[in-house]
């Protein structure tokens, strides 16, 4: 009995409180036992076991009593604590359990504002740790559930907090429920940021816009959560705006077509022609960034929320102020500012602009480019050709500052003068060269050679080329020189004719060959030609291309400059003059004969003549027959 007694002093001693109080009243009672101290089993009061032989009501009770002062808590679960003390490191947190547990600051770093009082979730990793300590996370909670509330804030569209860790290419990376989401930069606010560095460590509230869950990539947005209110200023301040009205802007942005104007809450454009009555090549050269200026509303539109904003309609248009005195045939001075192929646009004032057409750059006649005269930039000097105040257009020239070369054309370029020119380009019928500047000519191609047949200019000089020309004729009316380079030399074809003679004998190549014959280079530079019946060599074959042949001359045409050659002649007149030749050899034999007769019968007697009559009738008859059988 005593050691029952002893047994369940033990275990009051190791409870409650409470309890402890009503065994204390006992004690004196058991140390009055002296048998207790000695038959107490102390090794299993060390070991515990104590506890687990104990029996009786008294044990269930104290149980109870016990259990109701703690929260029955489960390992690897998130629940929700309090926070009870914190401090720059750690984080004091209270879930009911019979120890607090400690979370590190850092893994609260994405919520700036916590309090003592809040509360929070938390992982639990272990009851007791080594030194009886409960470990707890707040980041494996948030982690755990991260997904879930990621979902969840996009289906409400609901506002959350979020912490900026650090830069990426073209935005931030944002702690959000422990998961890492992106942020673009054009989705951090409604005006563009150009410092993204001063964002990194903020904690800042966000709408979650995109999820892919494949990928687990989460898209944010801070712009979102401020345009909603953007929105209804912007309908505040369109309403209230009116067509001519003047407002006060900050230079927002700047682009290559306009600049962005910040009405307070509101954007409008301000474009790069409506800048300055004068050429602008880029806004940047007219306003800067964060500037202020006064614009002037031109248009907007409620529906598309777009304002069209003026700065050059705040002064004067330049025209109007342009001199009164200023007229036509006025020499004026200005800056290129636009280059076409047709000609240059020259500001002789700001905002007030004149055309130089390329026609009236040069007195030159045959077409350039302007870009050939001029470029952006140069200063010029011009002559006010036409002047158009209502218009506002106005037309110059360069050339009119120049002497007209055509004036004295005669005396400068008389027919049958020699000069130097220039090719400038080619035709079918002829070559376009150029003497001076505005005087031009045409050498027709009958006029390039008088040897060499030329198909196109382009087998005979090229363009940019230099070239001896002697001017034919002068066309002053039409500003038209006929100019002529074989004129030069005097015309070989008078010599031709006495060296190319009919019947006569050269010898030729082979330069081209055709369906209709052959072109035959000749000595002297000059060239002929033969049909292919006259192309016949004498063994029957047909001459080819770059054979060194002899031919003889059958046509000889001074006017046409044509010579016609035949190599089949060559031998068939030679053949044919051999034969004469010997025909003339028998009649000579013949005639010998005849005289020889003749000569015989003056020497003979009366009795030898009547012997030779017999003889000479006999011949006579001989020669009849002859001719009879050739007749037959």
């Not at 604590?81 to 120890?99: H, L, P, Q």
């Not at 000089?461 to 074989?486: A, Q």
């Not at 000579?588 to 000479?616: H, M, P, R, Y």
Request: glycine fraction near 6%; include cysteine.
């Amino acid at each position: 009995m005593a050691e029952l007694e002893n047994e369940n002093l033990q275990e009051q001693t190791n409870a409650t409180p409470e309890v402890n109080e009503k065994v204390e009243d006992k004690k004196p009672q058991v140390e009055t036992v002296e048998t207790a101290d000695a038959d107490f089993d102390w090794d299993k009061y060390e070991n515990g076991d104590l506890v687990e032989e104990a029996k009786g009501s008294e044990k269930e009770e104290l149980e109870k009593l016990y259990d109701k002062t703690l929260s029955t808590i489960t390992e690897k679960e998130v629940i929700e604590g309090t926070v009870i003390a914190m401090n720059k490191r750690e984080v004091v947190i209270n879930i009911g359990f019979k120890s607090d547990g400690i979370v590190s600051r850092n893994e609260f770093r994405y919520n700036p504002d916590l309090k003592v009082g809040d509360q929070v979730e938390v992982y639990v990793e272990s009851q007791e740790d080594k030194k009886g300590q409960l470990v707890l996370s707040h980041k494996k909670a948030r982690a755990l559930r991260s997904w879930d509330r990621v979902n969840e804030a996009l289906e409400k569209d609901e506002v959350i907090k979020g912490y900026i860790k650090c830069r990426t290419k073209g935005g931030m990376i944002v702690d959000v429920f422990g998961i890492e989401a992106f942020l673009p930069g054009s989705q951090i606010d409604v005006k563009p940021i150009r410092d993204y560095d001063m964002y990194v460590g903020k904690t800042m509230e966000f709408k979650v816009v995109k999820i892919n869950p494949e990928f687990k990539n989460v898209v944010v947005s801070h712009k979102a959560l401020i345009e909603a209110e953007l929105e209804q200023q912007k309908k505040e301040i369109i309403s209230k705006l009116e067509k001519g009205q003047v407002l006060e802007g900050t230079v927002k942005n700047i682009t290559s077509y306009g600049v962005f104007i910040d009405l307070g809450g509101v954007d409008g454009l301000i474009h790069i022609t409506d800048l300055s009555w004068g050429r602008v090549s880029h806004p940047e050269e007219i306003v800067q960034l964060d500037q202020k200026l006064n614009v002037v509303i031109l248009d907007f539109d409620d529906e598309k929320k777009r304002i069209a904003l003026g700065l050059k309609q705040l002064t004067a248009h330049p025209w109007d102020s342009l001199d009164t005195e200023l007229k036509v045939g006025d020499i004026v001075k200005g800056k290129v500012v636009v280059m076409a192929d047709y000609g240059a646009f020259v500001e002789i004032a700001p905002g007030v602009e004149g055309l130089i057409h390329v026609s009236e750059m040069s007195w030159s006649q045959h077409l350039r480019s302007a870009q050939d005269f001029l470029k952006v930039g140069d200063e010029v000097e011009a002559q006010i050709l036409t002047l158009d105040r209502e218009e506002r257009k106005m037309s110059l020239g360069m050339k009119q500052l120049k002497p007209d070369p055509w004036d004295n054309i005669e005396e400068k370029y008389p027919v049958e003068s020699k000069h130097k020119a220039k090719v400038r380009n080619f035709t079918n019928f002829g070559v376009f060269v150029e003497i001076e500047e505005g005087i031009d000519g045409l050498i027709h191609i009958s006029d390039l050679s008088w040897t060499k047949k030329v198909k196109h200019p382009a087998e005979f000089t090229t363009v940019g080329e230099d070239i001896e020309v002697v001017v034919l004729d002068i066309d002053k009316e039409n500003r038209r020189l006929s100019l002529g380079h074989k004129q030069l030399e005097e015309n070989p074809w008078d010599v031709f004719e006495t060296i190319f003679t009919v019947d006569s004998i050269h010898e030729g190549t082979i330069v081209d060959v055709f369906d209709k014959g052959a072109v035959i280079a000749l000595p002297y530079g000059v060239e002929g030609f033969a049909t292919p019946r006259h192309l016949v060599k004498e063994d029957g074959s047909q001459a080819k291309a770059d054979e060194k042949l002899q031919f003889k001359v059958i046509e000889f045409n001074k006017g046409a400059k044509r010579i016609i050659l035949s190599h089949s002649r060559v031998f068939e007149d030679e053949k044919r003059s051999e034969e004469q030749t010997a025909k003339k050899t028998q009649a000579k034999t013949a005639k010998k004969g005849v005289k020889k007769l003749k000569d015989s019968l003056e020497k003979t007697t009366l009795g030898d003549i009547s012997e030779l009559a017999a003889l000479k009738n006999q011949m006579e008859a001989d020669e009849s027959g002859s001719k009879d059988k050739k007749e037959e």
